[in-house]
């Protein structure tokens, strides 16, 4: 297989201990040599100063790291401050979402979704950052009709989005659809697959339920029936996501996104499987 672009998330660590292995973590992935990682945001910005503390250690070790940034619960003063952080870092790579609301909170901040932070981010730092957004191929799960999902996407690429990362999905024929449906809205900029890598398939099936996502009946039958063969599970998944991969990139997929959960082992793995490690 050819080379193809792989990229890493994380979330921030809560504890030192945690910061620490997650400096591990990375220098293992580097072996790919990943062209980003990219670090997530709390909802409402609740992991601010953990995000900004997690890129700073990754700019460390040599590597792009691309903090997230959500809009809902924020104020444009309060975005503005972030991106001059940012920009003194040197951060010029970010992934701009909606984002969810803190439990509890009742009002959506000044930005009520993606485009209007990407809008804004354009109009105040000008062209010189990478704006990741937002895909979701099997739709958003707050989403009730597909047409208007596929609009709310177009109108953050229109509003200056550089290129998008999807939600995870085990279904190859979905993301592929989608791309076809955005390109004929006329978007163009370039799509890359969003994957999770099964390390405990309970909670992938979790995150899959909470958020639309299809785990093909095959795969829920064989991980079941897997029950606590901890080695079969491991093995199984590996080989699950690996197919999803080269399918992917076989239909011209422009790179990989590896949604980590913080470890090394599974994403290396499936990378080397694939030809890119």
């Known amino acids: ?10 979330f921030p660590p809560n504890t030192p201990v945690g910061s620490e292995k997650l400096k591990t973590v990375v220098t293992d992935l580097a072996a790919v040599k990943p062209e980003f990682f990219s670090v997530t945001y709390g909802a409402g ?43 003194a870092q040197g951060i010029r790579r970010l992934v701009a979402l909606r984002g969810d609301l ?47 999902d596929l609009e ?38 370039p799509i890359v697959p969003g994957i999770m890598p099964i390390h405990n398939y309970a909670r992938i099936a979790q995150f899959a339920q909470r958020d639309g996502i299809e785990i093909p009946r095959w795969v829920a039958l064989k991980m079941e029936g897997f029950m606590d063969d901890a080695a079969s599970i491991r093995e199984f998944g590996i080989e699950v996501v690996a197919r999803l991969c ?18 090394s082992g599974l994403s290396l793995e499936i990378c080397r499987r694939i030809g890119a490690a």
């Open 45 to 87: 910005g609740s992991t601010r100063d953990k995000t900004l503390s997690t890129v700073k250690d990754i700019a460390a070790l040599g590597f792009e790291a691309a903090p997230h940034l959500s809009c809902v619960g924020s104020t444009r003063e309060g975005i503005a401050e972030t991106l001059a952080t940012y920009r």
């Open 152 to 189: 709310h996407f177009a109108a953050k690429v229109k509003a200056g989005a550089s290129s998008a990362i999807t939600q995870f999905f085990f279904n190859p024929e979905a993301y592929f659809h989608f791309l076809d449906e955005v390109r004929s809205l006329g978007v163009d900029v």
């Open 246 to 263: 080269e399918r992917l990139v076989a239909g011209g997929a422009p790179g990989i996104h590896f949604y980590t959960l913080n470890q």
């Open 1 to 10: 297989m050819n080379q193809v672009p792989i990229s890493f998330e994380f």
């Open 102 to 148: 803190p439990s509890g909170t009742a009002t959506a901040g000044e930005f009520r979704y993606a485009n209007e932070l990407v809008e804004f981010i354009r109009a105040t730092q000008g062209g010189d950052w990478h704006i990741e957004v937002a895909a979701y191929p099997e739709y958003h799960p707050q989403q009730r009709y597909a047409r208007r």
